[in-house]
């Protein structure tokens, strides 16, 4: 995967490299040129919009306290000597800044959390709808035959009119029995695992589904007024590049020096707060996020796949958080899904997620992975190598431990109850599970099974 990324990379800079030879052989001798700083800037932009075709006390505003984008310290020189052209420039750009955007609307519109709760809803009364349905034509057919109703499911399983070993039947989550000439009703199992879930009644009748009481009074309930609101506190990016380019009769040769490229993100929040039920606020907040490389030099000619010799790279995110609304909190698959991971107070956080790659030469590097939140954390490091060819490439592991420390109870449990299924027991120190990785990124062997 790594690989094919690099080489997609190296393709469109190839281009790149191409248009700037295109443009520097057309000049002959020795040039220079230089720029100190050119760009765009606003600052204190505020938009206000009430539109006129849209229900009354919609509205939308935008703020926005500066943004900038340009370059800065670009420098460019040529030189010919007999047959061969020296090509060189150095530049930090593109960069890109914006502090304090705020964007807010407010707009009538359905439910999203009742919507949510609706699809969920219906979810989990599909398979029993879908058996149900073969139920019913088994039934018609069987009483085409036989000039009376099956006393039971049995009845059509013997006589071949249905076959309970196959899907949906094969879901034991669910049991089905009949009440002819009234209903068929489907009934969770114990197994099933959302406890709260409620029995499906089908009229024989009308031949109509009965409608569940929860999902009637939900259907009921109104458009109403949501105030979504998105600030940004900060985003930039700098970078500072070189390169250099020597054209020679026969091919064309480059070296590319990425210095420093940087992304980051500093509290960026977006909410949404529905006017009649304060309790449904949701919000997704990310205080920072960091995606930076420094000393990435690679080199190569245009008609060829260039080499990737040394760099480093970091990814992180620090502190993720998103807030579920109450209603939607109440929902079996996600309460239980919270209770698993011992979170008690409707929100969901990751502390850390940070990936480090240290490339030490076209051959090899390392790479160390946190994986950090109040329920679970994970570790890797480990060792890579990579094989840059046109025909292979590809990125082998060596020697790369994954240590997973579960720490909320139901996170254990359920580690323990795959284990179970499974027939496998994974290796541990003490509380923590050690695996060990080798081989191919794609697919790499997993040792630390017992």
């Not at 009074?217 to 990016?237: A, G, H």
């Not at 993720?320 to 969901?348: C, M, R, S, V």
Request: charged share 25%.
């Amino acid at each position: 995967m790594l690989p094919t990324k690099i080489n997609a990379l190296n393709y469109r800079f190839c281009l790149f490299l191409l248009g700037i030879y295109v443009l520097h052989g057309q000049i002959p001798g020795t040039a220079n040129g230089s720029l100190a700083e050119t760009g765009i800037y606003l600052k204190n932009l505020h938009v206000d919009l009430t539109p006129d075709h849209e229900p009354e006390g919609t509205r939308y505003t935008f703020d926005l306290g500066e943004i900038s984008f340009g370059f800065s310290d670009l420098s460019i020189s040529q030189k010919q000597k007999g047959d061969t052209q020296f090509f060189s420039t150095k530049i930090s750009g593109p960069n890109f800044n914006l502090n304090q955007l705020k964007l807010s609307a407010r707009l009538s519109m359905p439910d999203w959390v009742t919507g949510e709760r609706i699809k969920r809803l219906e979810k989990r009364e599909s398979i029993p709808k879908e058996a149900i349905g073969l139920i019913e034509d088994a039934v018609d057919l069987f009483k085409l035959d036989l000039e009376k109703n099956p006393k039971s499911l049995n009845d059509l399983y013997i006589q071949k009119y249905l076959d309970l070993d196959a899907d949906p039947f094969s879901d034991q989550t669910w049991s089905y029995s009949l009440a002819l000439p009234d209903q068929i009703i489907a009934q969770p199992s114990q197994i099933h695992p959302v406890a709260e879930t409620q029995p499906v009644y089908f009229d024989w009748q009308s031949r109509t589904f009965q409608t569940n009481p929860l999902q009637d009074s939900l259907y009921q309930i109104p458009d109403t007024f949501w105030d979504y609101v998105l600030e940004i506190r900060e985003i930039s990016q700098h970078y500072s590049s070189r390169i250099e380019i020597v054209n020679y009769p026969e091919k064309t040769k480059f070296d590319f020096i990425l210095d420093r490229g940087q992304f980051k993100i500093e509290n960026i929040s977006f909410t949404a707060t529905p006017a009649n039920n304060l309790n449904n606020h949701s919000k997704i907040h990310l205080p920072n996020l960091l995606l930076e490389a420094t000393k990435v030099a690679f080199e190569g000619d245009v008609s060829t796949q260039p080499i990737l010799h040394h760099g480093t790279g970091k990814f992180s995110i620090r502190n993720f958080e998103i807030k579920i609304p109450e209603d939607l909190k109440e929902e079996p698959e996600i309460q239980k899904l919270l209770e698993t991971l011992g979170i008690w107070n409707n929100a969901f956080k990751v502390r850390l997620v940070e990936l480090a790659i240290n490339l030490i030469n076209e051959y090899t590097g390392d790479i160390h992975f946190v994986f950090a939140t109040p329920f679970l954390k994970i570790n890797v490091n480990g060792d890579f190598s990579l094989r840059q060819d046109e025909i292979h490439p590809e990125m082998l592991l060596h020697q790369m431990e994954v240590r997973i420390q579960p720490i909320a109870l139901g996170v254990r449990k359920w580690i323990r109850e795959w284990e179970k299924k499974e027939g496998k027991t994974l290796h541990r120190k003490g509380a923590t599970i050690v695996l060990k990785l080798e081989g191919p990124l794609e697919k790499p062997v997993i040792h630390g099974f017992d």
